[in-house]
Protein backbone atom coordinates (compact mmCIF):
# COMPACT_ATOMS: atom_id res chain seq x y z
CA UNK A 1 0.00 0.00 0.00
CA UNK A 2 1.43 3.29 -0.73
CA UNK A 3 -0.09 5.50 1.70
CA UNK A 4 2.42 3.20 4.13
CA UNK A 5 6.19 3.14 3.19
CA UNK A 6 9.18 1.82 4.96
CA UNK A 7 13.12 2.92 4.31
CA UNK A 8 15.41 1.29 3.74
CA UNK A 9 13.81 -1.91 1.43
CA UNK A 10 16.97 -3.62 1.97
CA UNK A 11 20.06 -3.51 4.27
CA UNK A 12 22.48 -5.53 5.07
CA UNK A 13 24.49 -5.14 8.23
CA UNK A 14 27.53 -6.80 11.14
CA UNK A 15 26.40 -8.02 14.38
CA UNK A 16 26.52 -5.78 16.80
CA UNK A 17 25.98 -2.70 14.79
CA UNK A 18 22.90 -0.32 15.57
CA UNK A 19 19.87 -0.25 12.89
CA UNK A 20 16.77 1.78 12.54
CA UNK A 21 13.84 1.28 10.10
CA UNK A 22 12.03 3.64 9.09
CA UNK A 23 7.79 3.93 8.99
CA UNK A 24 5.66 6.79 7.74
CA UNK A 25 2.12 6.61 6.74
CA UNK A 26 -0.30 9.05 5.34
CA UNK A 27 -3.42 7.39 6.15
CA UNK A 28 -4.50 9.52 9.10
CA UNK A 29 -4.50 6.80 11.08
CA UNK A 30 -3.02 6.89 15.05
CA UNK A 31 -2.21 2.90 15.32
CA UNK A 32 0.77 1.70 14.32
CA UNK A 33 2.65 -1.45 14.37
CA UNK A 34 5.92 -3.56 13.31
CA UNK A 35 5.91 -6.93 12.71
CA UNK A 36 8.89 -9.61 11.71
CA UNK A 37 8.32 -12.31 9.29
CA UNK A 38 10.81 -15.12 9.25
CA UNK A 39 11.08 -17.36 5.94
CA UNK A 40 7.98 -19.81 5.40
CA UNK A 41 6.50 -18.27 8.81
CA UNK A 42 3.56 -16.00 9.50
CA UNK A 43 3.99 -12.39 11.03
CA UNK A 44 4.89 -11.81 14.55
CA UNK A 45 4.04 -8.49 16.53
CA UNK A 46 7.26 -7.14 17.76
CA UNK A 47 5.60 -3.24 19.04
CA UNK A 48 2.68 -1.36 18.61
CA UNK A 49 1.43 2.58 19.52
CA UNK A 50 -2.46 3.50 19.55
CA UNK A 51 -1.07 6.70 19.34
CA UNK A 52 2.05 9.26 19.79
CA UNK A 53 1.93 8.78 24.03
CA UNK A 54 1.52 5.43 23.50
CA UNK A 55 4.00 2.28 23.38
CA UNK A 56 3.23 -1.30 23.84
CA UNK A 57 5.22 -4.25 23.79
CA UNK A 58 3.92 -7.03 21.24
CA UNK A 59 5.00 -10.44 21.18
CA UNK A 60 8.58 -10.06 20.32
CA UNK A 61 9.96 -7.31 21.95
CA UNK A 62 13.56 -8.16 23.01
CA UNK A 63 16.19 -6.71 21.24
CA UNK A 64 14.00 -4.00 19.66
CA UNK A 65 12.96 -0.79 20.48
CA UNK A 66 10.54 1.93 18.94
CA UNK A 67 10.27 5.62 18.65
CA UNK A 68 6.55 7.41 17.70
CA UNK A 69 8.08 10.55 16.67
CA UNK A 70 4.49 11.68 15.01
CA UNK A 71 1.40 10.53 14.50
CA UNK A 72 2.73 9.53 10.83
CA UNK A 73 6.03 7.90 12.02
CA UNK A 74 6.96 4.98 13.46
CA UNK A 75 10.22 3.82 14.05
CA UNK A 76 12.21 0.55 14.96
CA UNK A 77 15.27 0.29 16.53
CA UNK A 78 17.80 -2.95 16.71
CA UNK A 79 19.97 -1.57 19.33
CA UNK A 80 22.89 -4.15 18.66
CA UNK A 81 21.47 -6.40 15.72
CA UNK A 82 22.54 -10.32 16.06
CA UNK A 83 22.30 -12.94 12.96
CA UNK A 84 18.83 -14.27 13.92
CA UNK A 85 17.38 -10.66 13.50
CA UNK A 86 17.38 -11.37 9.98
CA UNK A 87 14.00 -11.12 8.43
CA UNK A 88 11.39 -9.35 6.52
CA UNK A 89 9.93 -6.44 8.64
CA UNK A 90 6.55 -5.07 8.29
CA UNK A 91 5.31 -1.44 9.36
CA UNK A 92 1.37 -1.89 9.72
CA UNK A 93 -1.43 1.18 10.24
CA UNK A 94 -4.88 0.52 10.98
CA UNK A 95 -8.06 1.68 11.62
CA UNK A 96 -11.49 0.19 12.97
CA UNK A 97 -14.50 -1.44 10.85
CA UNK A 98 -17.34 -0.45 12.21
CA UNK A 99 -18.34 -2.87 14.94
CA UNK A 100 -15.15 -5.28 14.21
CA UNK A 101 -11.54 -5.59 14.70
CA UNK A 102 -9.44 -3.03 13.11
CA UNK A 103 -7.93 -3.50 9.19
CA UNK A 104 -4.21 -3.25 9.02
CA UNK A 105 -2.71 -1.48 6.21
CA UNK A 106 0.75 -2.96 5.66
CA UNK A 107 4.40 -1.08 3.93
CA UNK A 108 6.15 -2.84 1.34
CA UNK A 109 8.38 -4.08 3.77
CA UNK A 110 12.58 -4.04 4.98
CA UNK A 111 14.50 -7.32 4.42
CA UNK A 112 16.84 -7.00 6.85
CA UNK A 113 20.01 -8.57 7.06
CA UNK A 114 22.32 -9.65 9.59
CA UNK A 115 25.77 -10.81 9.12
CA UNK B 1 -7.27 -15.40 21.34
CA UNK B 2 -8.81 -18.32 19.12
CA UNK B 3 -6.35 -20.63 17.86
CA UNK B 4 -7.03 -21.42 13.95
CA UNK B 5 -5.85 -23.92 11.89
CA UNK B 6 -5.53 -24.20 8.11
CA UNK B 7 -4.45 -26.61 5.28
CA UNK B 8 -0.64 -25.35 4.65
CA UNK B 9 -1.02 -25.15 1.10
CA UNK B 10 -3.39 -25.73 -1.84
CA UNK B 11 -3.36 -25.97 -5.56
CA UNK B 12 -5.66 -25.10 -8.32
CA UNK B 13 -6.19 -24.15 -12.04
CA UNK B 14 -6.87 -20.97 -13.72
CA UNK B 15 -10.80 -20.43 -13.85
CA UNK B 16 -11.48 -22.70 -10.68
CA UNK B 17 -13.28 -21.93 -7.37
CA UNK B 18 -10.91 -21.78 -4.23
CA UNK B 19 -12.32 -22.92 -1.11
CA UNK B 20 -9.70 -22.60 1.82
CA UNK B 21 -11.84 -23.64 5.53
CA UNK B 22 -9.94 -22.28 8.75
CA UNK B 23 -10.67 -24.02 11.88
CA UNK B 24 -11.91 -22.24 15.43
CA UNK B 25 -13.24 -23.83 17.53
CA UNK B 26 -12.55 -22.08 20.72
CA UNK B 27 -14.11 -18.65 19.09
CA UNK B 28 -15.51 -16.34 21.14
CA UNK B 29 -18.82 -15.03 21.19
CA UNK B 30 -17.49 -11.68 20.11
CA UNK B 31 -14.83 -12.58 17.94
CA UNK B 32 -14.44 -12.13 14.10
CA UNK B 33 -12.99 -13.96 11.13
CA UNK B 34 -11.03 -11.83 8.60
CA UNK B 35 -8.90 -12.81 6.06
CA UNK B 36 -5.71 -11.65 4.99
CA UNK B 37 -3.67 -11.93 0.98
CA UNK B 38 0.16 -12.11 1.08
CA UNK B 39 1.98 -12.19 -2.27
CA UNK B 40 5.76 -12.54 -1.68
CA UNK B 41 8.16 -9.98 -0.31
CA UNK B 42 4.96 -7.70 -0.20
CA UNK B 43 2.61 -6.95 2.96
CA UNK B 44 -0.37 -8.76 3.68
CA UNK B 45 -3.61 -7.24 2.29
CA UNK B 46 -7.49 -7.25 3.77
CA UNK B 47 -9.53 -9.54 1.79
CA UNK B 48 -12.91 -9.65 3.72
CA UNK B 49 -14.10 -9.71 7.75
CA UNK B 50 -17.04 -11.95 8.99
CA UNK B 51 -18.91 -12.31 11.91
CA UNK B 52 -21.80 -15.11 10.75
CA UNK B 53 -23.42 -16.61 7.68
CA UNK B 54 -22.30 -15.23 4.58
CA UNK B 55 -20.14 -11.77 3.36
CA UNK B 56 -19.57 -11.14 -0.01
CA UNK B 57 -17.44 -8.52 -1.41
CA UNK B 58 -15.70 -7.87 -4.86
CA UNK B 59 -12.56 -10.52 -4.68
CA UNK B 60 -13.73 -13.30 -2.25
CA UNK B 61 -17.11 -14.94 -0.02
CA UNK B 62 -16.42 -15.82 3.45
CA UNK B 63 -19.01 -18.66 4.65
CA UNK B 64 -19.49 -18.90 8.49
CA UNK B 65 -21.80 -21.53 9.74
CA UNK B 66 -23.81 -21.21 12.65
CA UNK B 67 -21.69 -22.63 15.37
CA UNK B 68 -18.80 -20.39 13.24
CA UNK B 69 -16.01 -23.30 14.64
CA UNK B 70 -14.89 -23.03 10.78
CA UNK B 71 -15.30 -20.29 8.00
CA UNK B 72 -14.46 -21.06 4.26
CA UNK B 73 -12.98 -18.32 2.41
CA UNK B 74 -13.95 -18.70 -1.13
CA UNK B 75 -12.09 -17.35 -4.57
CA UNK B 76 -14.14 -17.29 -7.45
CA UNK B 77 -12.77 -18.07 -10.76
CA UNK B 78 -8.81 -17.78 -9.82
CA UNK B 79 -5.97 -16.81 -12.13
CA UNK B 80 -2.09 -16.83 -11.75
CA UNK B 81 -2.05 -13.84 -9.78
CA UNK B 82 -4.08 -15.16 -6.85
CA UNK B 83 -1.20 -17.02 -6.25
CA UNK B 84 -0.51 -16.19 -2.71
CA UNK B 85 -0.15 -16.87 0.95
CA UNK B 86 -3.94 -16.35 2.76
CA UNK B 87 -4.16 -15.49 6.59
CA UNK B 88 -7.11 -16.67 8.73
CA UNK B 89 -7.31 -14.64 11.57
CA UNK B 90 -9.76 -14.53 14.38
CA UNK B 91 -9.58 -11.27 16.70
CA UNK B 92 -12.43 -9.45 19.48
CA UNK B 93 -14.70 -6.68 17.96
CA UNK B 94 -11.71 -4.50 19.63
CA UNK B 95 -9.31 -6.07 18.61
CA UNK B 96 -6.14 -4.72 17.50
CA UNK B 97 -3.25 -6.58 17.61
CA UNK B 98 -3.54 -9.37 14.63
CA UNK B 99 -2.07 -12.91 15.42
CA UNK B 100 -1.18 -14.22 12.13
CA UNK B 101 -0.40 -18.11 11.94
CA UNK B 102 1.16 -19.85 9.12
CA UNK B 103 -1.83 -19.65 6.69
CA UNK B 104 -2.34 -21.70 3.35
CA UNK B 105 0.07 -21.53 0.52
CA UNK B 106 -2.35 -21.46 -2.80
CA UNK B 107 -0.73 -21.94 -5.80
CA UNK B 108 -2.78 -21.53 -9.30
CA UNK B 109 -1.49 -23.06 -12.01
CA UNK B 110 -2.32 -22.80 -15.62
Known amino acids: DADVTQTPRNRITKTGKRIMLECSQTKGHDRMYWYRQDPGLGLRLIYY???????NKGEISDGYSVSRQAQAKFSLSLESAIPNQTALYFC??????????????FGPGTRLTVL | LAKTTQPISMDSYEGQEVNITCSHN???????ITWYQQFPSQGPRFIIQGYKTKVTNEVASLFIPADRKSSTLSLPRVSLSDTAVYYCLVEGAAGNKLTFGGGTRVLVKP
Open chain 1, 92 to 105: ATSDQLAGGPDTQY
Open chain 2, 26 to 32: NIATNDY
Open chain 1, 49 to 55: SFDVKDI
